[in-house]
């Protein structure tokens, strides 16, 4: 009589157990409705860039700065933050986030963000030093070819011609 007891006892608090914890719904608060979703956004499809910049842009200039894409609570755009600023002036513009969420289109490299991410001493050049101190395998292992005046440095004219011959590649490739 007293295994019986423990048993249901055991039975009804597991069944209390599941059934409140099912009873929450899904993470999120969304109940198959589609709310904590933006407006249009249905599962699957992709986020709308001017729906993120409107609920990230704090201030309202049009802009995410990178305190505004720390709100982001999927923390993806913070940490995506260089990629998508692709001219690198420290902010994310509706064209750039809409560039970032296309992903059919190849991701175009800037010379002038690669040059002020790596320049170290501010020359607007980029030596071996600083290159090998950023870790930048591709520039590294390129670094003679790029470097087409000799001179141990890779200037923007000569990062501009290897990205562009870099893009063109990925274009062929991909057509």
């Known amino acids: 009589m ?5 048993k249901t006892t055991i039975t009804l608090f597991s069944f209390l157990l ?3 914890v099912f009873a929450q719904g899904p993470p999120g608060g969304g109940q198959g409705g589609g709310r904590g979703q933006g407006r249009g956004q249905e599962k699957g499809n992709k986020p709308d860039a001017s729906e993120i ?25 913070s940490e995506d933050f260089d990629e998508i600023d692709t001219n690198g002036d420290e902010v994310i513009n509706l064209e750039e986030l809409e560039a970032s969420l296309d992903n059919s289109k190849p991701k175009k490299i ?6 002020k991410q790596v320049d170290d001493n501010g020359d607007g050049t980029l030596n071996e030093l600083e290159v090998a101190a950023k870790n930048n395998r591709q520039l590294l292992l390129e670094f003679e070819n790029i470097d087409t005046n000799k001179d141990h440095e890779l200037d923007l004219e000569e990062l501009k011609v290897f990205y562009s011959k870099m893009n063109n590649k990925k274009r062929k490739q991909r057509d």
């Open 110 to 115: 800037s010379a002038e963000k690669i040059i």
């Open 18 to 20: 599941c059934f409140s």
């Open 53 to 77: 910049l409107s609920k990230l842009d704090l201030n309202k200039d049009s802009v995410i700065d990178k305190d505004e894409a720390s709100q982001d609570k999927r923390g993806k755009i």
């Open 2 to 6: 007293k295994n019986n007891n423990i």
